[in-house]
């Protein structure tokens, strides 16, 4: 895993970790000292679990994208639970048939959602899919 771990880095990250002489770091504390001390400047701080429920799916939105919106708002909540997640999205969604699903079958957890939504964003991607019209080849 540990030869492993500089392939997920990327961006600044990845530029800093490379640039560590070889054989620096003996221990992971270590790491975390140094990156702490290197990054403390760009910390992002956690939000509250209250910026969740703003999230809402614009009415020209997909739901990949709402998805995708609404992931990457989560990923900054630092005490957020499944609970709160499901409560969140589906307060967030506009209303329509995968709403009415959620409603209809109670997900118990985010990973429930996500399943389900799948299988509406496969659906709605064939929709739009039928909907562009052929482009004409250029010669």
Same mark, same amino acid.
């Given at each position: 895993?540990? *030869?492993?771990?500089?392939? !997920?880095? !990327?961006?600044?990250? *990845?530029?800093? =970790? %490379?640039? $560590?002489?070889?054989? %620096?770091? *003996?221990?992971?504390?270590?790491l975390s000292v140094q990156f702490a001390s290197h990054?403390?400047?760009?910390?992002? &701080?956690?939000? %509250?679990?209250?910026? @969740?429920?703003?999230?809402?799916? *614009?009415? #020209?939105?997909? @739901?990949?994208? &709402?998805? !995708?919106? =609404?992931?990457?708002?989560?990923? @900054?909540? #630092?005490?957020?639970?499944?609970?709160?997640?499901?409560?969140?999205?589906?307060?967030?969604?506009?209303?329509?048939?995968? $709403?009415? %699903? @959620?409603?209809?079958?109670?997900?118990?957890?985010?990973? #429930?959602?996500?399943?389900?939504?799948?299988? &509406?964003?496969?659906?709605? #991607?064939? $929709? $739009?899919?039928?909907e562009e019209k052929p482009r004409k080849r250029e010669?």
């Amino acid at each position: 895993m540990c *030869r492993a771990f500089p392939i !997920t880095l !990327t961006g600044p990250v *990845r530029e800093w =970790f %490379s640039r $560590l002489t070889p054989n %620096s770091i *003996r221990t992971f504390k270590e790491l975390s000292v140094q990156f702490a001390s290197h990054f403390i400047g760009g910390h992002k &701080y956690k939000k %509250s679990t209250v910026c @969740l429920m703003k999230i809402k799916q *614009r009415e #020209d939105e997909t @739901l990949k994208s &709402y998805i !995708t919106r =609404f992931n990457k708002e989560a990923l @900054l909540i #630092d005490e957020a639970n499944d609970k709160i997640l499901v409560a969140a999205f589906t307060n967030g969604l506009r209303k329509g048939k995968f $709403l009415f %699903s @959620l409603y209809k079958n109670n997900p118990k957890t985010m990973l #429930d959602v996500l399943y389900k939504a799948t299988k &509406y964003m496969n659906v709605e #991607d064939m $929709l $739009l899919a039928r909907e562009e019209k052929p482009r004409k080849r250029e010669i």
